[in-house]
Structures are given as C-alpha cells and as structure tokens.
Nanobody, 123 residues
Framework: QVQLVESGGGLVQAGGSLRLSCAAAGFTFSSYSMAWFRQAPGKEREIVAAERWSNTVTYYADSVKGRFTISRDSAKNTVYLQMNRLKPEDTAVYYC????????????????WGQGTQVTVSS
C-alpha cells in the first residue's frame, strides 16, 4: 500500500525558510516521479515542483522558481521541498504526490497523495 507522509509545515514570517519532508513507502521510490502541490483557501490545487524519477528533470511553477528546491534522498525514500524567501502568498496546504511524470506534471493528476501539511507565512 502506497503511503506518503508529509512533515515540516508550520508558521513562518515572510522572508523565512521551511523544509518540507515526505516519507514514502509501499512502492519503488526510485521508479516514481515525485511532486509537491499546494492548495490555498478558495483556490484550486496547483503543482509547485516535481522531480522525475531519473533525477534528471525538475519542474517548478513560475511563482516559486529561484526560491524553492525539490530534492530526494533515495536511501531514505524521502523527498524534500526547501522553501526560501517565503511570501504570504505561499500560505497553503502542501501535498506530496507520486506517480509517473505524465500523470503528475503533464496531467496534474497523480494517483498517490499524502495527507498534507499546513504552511502559513505571516506578513
């Protein structure tokens, strides 16, 4: 059974940093593309960052380019999202997701999701 468990969310002031973690289990971690999505109140869920299973390709939403970095530790079956220079508009529930690149980035419909972790950025 696929399990994705996020951690690391919290309250931070604008300009600060947070690192989200997503521990994966129940599937061959190195064979899946991993991604972070977020959903702010009253808004649609959007993809923030993704890393292809081969580690050779990454995707970032324009709104986070240069501030967020996705990475994975295959030895720990964990994917991270380092978030720097946070802004109030980054406030959202952040979700970890896993699936093929096609489903995750191209379609925005990965099959496997974590439960989400709240990130709140105060001004």
């Amino acid at each position: 059974q696929v399990q994705l468990v996020e951690s690391g969310g919290g309250l931070v002031q604008a300009g600060g940093s947070l690192r989200l973690s997503c521990a994966a289990a129940g599937f061959t971690f190195s064979s899946y593309s991993m991604a972070w999505f977020r959903q702010a109140p009253g808004k649609e869920r959007e993809i923030v960052a993704a890393e292809r299973w081969s580690n050779t390709v990454t995707y970032y939403a324009d709104s986070v380019k240069g501030r967020f970095t996705i990475s994975r530790d295959s030895a720990k079956n964990t994917v991270y999202l380092q978030m720097n220079r946070l802004k109030p508009e980054d406030t959202a529930v952040y979700y970890c997701a896993a699936d093929s690149w096609e489903r995750t980035v191209v379609r925005g419909q990965p099959r496997y999701w974590g439960q989400g972790t709240q990130v709140t950025v105060s001004s």
